[in-house]
């Protein structure tokens, strides 16, 4: 995924902005309220999501996580990385929460 398509993406969810997929679907906590709860998130929920839904999910937690930190700066190779790892991780293991596997690969 390019620098920009990162930044736009993050960009879009600090902002507030949802996703137009994200409602009109059902069987998911994303897909059944406006209001949701990240920690409530596994990792089957992720699956769910239509790919640019996927992609804006994974940005969000990245900037989530990142604001946590107090971190200004993006190493894209490497949140390439932890998304790719989050969603092999999600595949095996589709009843874990999200944050805690964002969490466990986003800090190695």
């Not at 736009?8 to 906590?29: D, H, K, M, R, W």
């Not at 994974?58 to 894209?76: C, M, P, Q, S």
């Amino acid at each position: 995924m390019n620098q920009l398509k990162w930044i736009c993406l993050s960009t879009a969810f600090l902002l507030g902005i949802p996703s137009a997929n994200v409602y009109g679907q059902s069987e998911s906590v994303i897909e059944n309220s406006p209001i949701i709860s990240i920690e409530t998130l596994n990792c089957r929920d992720l699956l769910k999501l239509k790919d640019n839904d996927q992609e804006a999910t994974l940005a969000y937690f990245h900037g989530f996580l990142r604001g946590k930190k107090n971190e200004l700066t993006i190493d894209v190779v490497k949140s390439g990385e932890v998304s790719d790892k989050v969603m092999a991780h999600c595949i095996e293991n589709s009843g874990d929460s999200l944050l805690g596997v964002f969490e466990q690969y986003f800090n190695n």
